[in-house]
């Protein structure tokens, strides 16, 4: 089972970037997914997720009206637009799938992917 995030990137502050995490090994369109993040010196946060059907979403506060999670279930993928971005937006960001949203919001994702760099630049 893999998770396979992609899509990062060095981008300018304002920019937008879409990242992709495609499932393999097993379906994941009975799983919540969700982003996760960690900038250097910091632990792991939070981002975006959406239950399994996709009615659902959360974000974190920093990237609230600024983001937009997604999913396509016939792909095995989940998507994360991020516009407006920011210098404090530079991370690693991962791509997890869990039981719920609940869960993953706590970072307690039963399948982590491998990570993806964005940096924004001022």
């Known amino acids: 089972v893999q998770l396979q995030a992609s899509g990062g990137g060095l981008v300018q502050a304002g920019g937008s970037l879409r990242l992709s995490c495609a499932a393999s090994g097993r379906t994941f369109s009975s799983d919540a997914m969700g982003w996760f993040r960690q900038a250097p010196g910091k632990e792991r946060e939070f981002v975006a997720g959406?239950?399994?059907?996709?009615?659902?979403?959360h974000y974190a506060d920093s990237v609230k009206g600024r983001s937009t999670i997604s999913r396509d279930n016939a792909k095995n993928t989940v998507y994360l637009q991020m516009n407006s971005l920011k210098p404090e937006d530079t991370a690693v960001y991962y791509c997890?799938?869990?039981?719920?949203?609940?869960?993953?919001?706590?970072?307690?994702?039963?399948?982590w992917g491998q990570g993806t760099q964005v940096t924004v630049s001022s």
């Open positions: 997890a799938a869990g039981q719920n949203i609940a869960r993953l919001r706590i970072g307690l994702g039963d399948y």
């Open positions: 959406m239950n399994w059907r996709g009615d659902i979403t």
